[in-house]
Every structure is written in C-alpha cells, then in structure tokens.
C-alpha cells in the first residue's frame, strides 16, 4: 500500500511542476498605443496558430493588409479606436489613440 501511495504522490507532484502548453497564453501586441494620423503600424496575436479573424471599432483607422497572425493599420483621423482579434470565440483588444502629432518635450 505504502508502494502505491508514493507512486501517486510523485505522478501528481510531477503533473503540476510540468510546464503548461505552448498555446496556454494567447495575447495581441501591442495592447495599447499612440499613433499619429498617417501612421502605419502592425498588430500581432501570439501564442497561436489559427487564422485570426481582424476588426477595426470605427473608421478611425483602416485594415491595410491582414494575413493569419499580424495586420497592417492606417491611422486615418484622430480620435480613438480598438484594433479587435477574434480567436476561438474569444475577442483581444488593442487600444488605439490617434493625434494630429505626437510632440516629446
């Protein structure tokens, strides 16, 4: 019984110090960003292999090239916006803000 008893107990010590799967963190990058009007820039989802379905929240920005894990964004007028990535009935958000020019005093 002894025998058995440590035999479970280092199966169950050894499940929970392995490492998770690759796939266990899905996440878009950036999350969050300043761009100023004319910019373009790229938005990327990471922990995954699936084709992504890419959404823009207004007319703010505009969806220049999509392909399975990036997407390509025009900033087109100021305001701000969410760059939305739909995966496995799941939504990740990246929020934008749009200026007119972005001045570092």
Known sequence: MKKIISF???VCVAFTIMPKSANAEIYISPM??????GDTFTVDIKGINKKVKWSVSNKNLKIIKKNKKTV???AV???VSIVKAKVKGKTYKCSIIIAEEITMN
């Open 72 to 74: 390509k964004i025009k």
């Open 32 to 37: 969050s960003a300043f761009q100023e009007v």
């Open 8 to 10: 479970l107990l280092v």
């Open 77 to 79: 007028k100021t305001g």
